[in-house]
């Protein structure tokens, strides 16, 4: 009686015991000894690294930033340079752009847009803005009015990038980069596909009078 318990007892032993996946290959005893392999359960294959690694590429494509009517107006309060800028121009406002972002590390510029009704030339050295349109100015916080290349040199070392202007302290480089600057400025509003400065000033001059006679600019 004992001896057929331990024998029962020894077998379900060795049933649990028993691996439930075959093993990838075995012998094979009614075959002479020979080994009979068996093939290894299928698996999908993982994505590789690089399919992984595109689609994430792809997703953070960069995308330049597009700025709030609400950041353009905050200014810092301690600011070293004002940036005199037409908010109007496409190209101009890609450099604005990417000097604001750097701003946000320095607080040491104030972007002005000319083109705001807003604008007051007493506010900026007297700088009207037919006088700023004409070219880029800056102006430093102790007054002092800087334009040209030079003005581009000044906002460049405030947000820490002065070596990419650095050049231009020198002759005759600083004069070279002002006359390129100079055809620049000439041409913009033509190159950007706007009519020229004579009738954006008489839309102005238009707009303006509009606005003394109605609360419709004020809204």
Same mark, same amino acid.
Request: proline share 6%; glycine share 6%.
């Given at each position: 009686? *004992?001896?057929?318990?331990? *024998? *029962? ?8 015991? %028993? ?10 005893? %009614?075959?002479?000894? +020979? ?8 698996h999908h294959p993982l994505p590789t690294p690089s399919k992984r690694c595109n689609v994430r590429a792809i997703s953070e494509v960069a995308v330049e930033p597009e700025i709030s009517k609400k950041e353009q107006n905050e200014s810092p309060k301690d600011w070293k340079i004002k940036m005199l800028y037409d908010g109007d121009c496409p190209l101009c406002m890609r450099e604005v752009n990417m000097l604001r972002e750097r701003? !946000?590390?320095?607080? +040491? ?21 037919? +006088? ?20 581009? %040199? ?13 050049? +231009? &302290?020198?002759?005759?480089?600083? !004069? ?8 620049? *400025?000439?041409? %913009? ?15 102005? !001059? ?11 600019? &004020?809204?």
């Open positions: 009686m *004992a001896l057929r318990f331990a *024998a *029962a007892a020894s077998a379900s032993v060795s049933r649990i015991s %028993r691996p439930q996946n075959p093993p990838f290959f075995s012998l094979q005893h %009614r075959n002479n000894g +020979t080994l009979k392999f068996h093939s290894p359960p299928f701003n !946000k590390s320095y607080g +040491t510029i104030k972007f002005v847009d000319i083109g705001s009704d807003e604008y007051s030339p007493e506010e900026n050295q007297g700088l009207d803005y037919e +006088t700023v349109m004409g070219r880029i100015h800056a102006i430093l916080s102790d007054g002092t009015v800087a334009t040209d290349v030079e003005a581009f %040199r000044r906002l460049y070392e405030h947000v820490g990038l002065g070596w990419v202007y650095a050049i +231009t &302290k020198y002759e005759p480089i600083a !004069k070279i980069a002002d006359s390129l600057y100079g055809v620049w *400025a000439k041409y %913009r509003l033509q190159i950007t596909g706007r009519p020229p400065i004579e009738e954006i000033l008489e839309a102005r !001059k238009n707009k303006g009078e509009v606005c003394k006679d109605s609360d419709a600019c &004020k809204m």
